[in-house]
């Protein structure tokens, strides 16, 4: 009898009529992202990975050691919810002294998995379903389809990459009685825009009038170029108690396997992100906490100057051999990206001008329509300049070689 009753639940036994489907509705019109598809077809080919921001650096050797203690050392176990003391006091420092945010490490900042748990934590915590939450495109595909997973409601603005402004006016385009949220991304992925102040001031005013939150990703704070300078928006207007401002170390560090990132919050706000966090997480990876703590306490200004130079000089070399090759770059003032307009060539679909660019060259790039949610994002591609000198200058050698 139990023979039988094991063979009848044998791969294949029970009929298809017999099963239940099991879907989440939330999911549904969700595919896996452009840019983890690009990766594996740029796997399949063997080529370089231009696609995804994995800046596959070498680690600041301090952190480096510190990581390599932390696991010799009994750091193996859970941390609070909220992350280790010396972490979440390193961030306090840290937000005074580059974003002039004043913030108590005991109840304002929350360390999570990644910038990523930090803003599915916000959404969950602070959110309901049906709530409106507006999204400045081109987007972060993530940021939108998170949002979508928790029944939010995406109100897309659409802005003309990399450096269209933000207004009081195109906002009332977009705000209306169900929104709740605004997120800002700064500086931007995918466009490099760096928002400013007279922007940020625009989306206070909004906030304060409307009663709306604000949600920033700020995850590459310190890749700045062009003596661009970064606002933090919780800073401006007086929007600290309503803003949750999200940053981390993946990509300062090149660490963007650890997951370690951090919420900023008025305490009645960053209460609500740890019980999420909590919850969802539990907490962040130990020992990469207090490899990171260390870093950020012994890495001097200097250090992150330097930093932004190195990068800027890699945008530059991207953006010239772009250029050569006929994909128009729209320079970025932030971030490791460049949107490269395939348009120019003639293209009309991002996928075919991306597919092309792998198939023949040999370098992955990210289909524009990744970042948005109409025909505007056929014209583009994003690629991204977070690589060794040597592996960029090969990439770049090859787009050069691109012909249409």
Not at 52 to 67: F, H, K, T, Y
């Amino acid at each position: 009898m139990l023979w039988a009753l094991s063979a009848r639940y044998d791969r294949g036994a029970i009929p298809k009529s017999e099963m239940r489907t099991f879907e989440a509705h939330c999911f549904d019109g969700l595919v896996q992202s452009e840019i983890r598809r690009m990766t594996l077809e740029c796997e399949r080919v063997g080529g370089l990975n231009l696609a995804q921001g994995i800046c596959d650096l070498p680690v600041p050797e301090p952190v480096r050691e510190a990581a390599e203690r932390a696991l010799r050392e009994p750091t193996n176990t859970y941390s609070k919810a909220s992350g280790i003391p010396e972490l979440r006091r390193a961030i306090a420092h840290k937000l005074q002294r580059d974003n002039q945010i004043a913030a108590d490490p005991e109840t304002e900042i929350v360390v999570t998995a990644g910038v990523t748990g930090a803003y599915f934590c916000t959404l969950a915590a602070l959110l309901n379903p049906g709530d409106g939450i507006v999204l400045f495109e081109p987007y972060y595909a993530y940021h939108r389809n998170i949002a979508r997973t928790l029944g939010l409601e995406p109100q897309l603005l659409t802005l003309d990459p990399p450096h269209a402004g933000v207004t009081e006016e195109r906002l009332c385009e977009v705000v209306d009685d169900r929104t709740r949220a605004i997120v800002v991304c700064t500086p931007s992925n995918p466009s490099g825009k760096m928002y400013e102040r007279e922007e940020l001031e625009a989306i206070a005013r909004i906030a304060h009038e409307r009663d709306l939150l604000v949600i920033t990703d700020e995850i590459y704070e310190y890749f700045t170029y062009d003596g661009a300078h970064h606002i933090s928006p919780g800073t401006v207007g007086e929007l600290w108690p309503r803003t949750v401002s999200l940053m981390g170390f993946s990509k300062t560090f090149a660490v963007t396997g650890w997951r370690i990132a951090y919420a900023v919050a008025h305490e009645s706000l960053a209460r609500r992100i740890l019980l999420a966090n909590d919850l969802y997480f539990i907490c962040a990876n130990r020992p990469a906490q207090s490899a990171v703590a260390h870093g950020v306490e012994v890495l001097s200004p200097a250090w992150y100057r330097e930093l932004a130079r190195a990068f800027q000089a890699k945008r530059d070399r991207l953006c010239a051999a772009l250029e050569e090759a006929g994909f128009a770059p729209l320079v970025p003032h932030g971030a490791y990206y460049v949107l490269a307009d395939a348009g120019a060539l003639g293209y009309t679909s991002a996928r075919s001008a991306a597919m092309e660019l792998l198939e023949r060259c040999g370098v992955a790039a990210v289909p524009g329509t990744a970042f948005y949610h109409g025909s505007d994002g056929e014209r583009f591609l994003r690629v991204c300049f977070a690589k060794e000198d040597d592996v960029l200058d090969d990439a770049c050698a090859r787009i050069r070689s691109f012909e249409r």
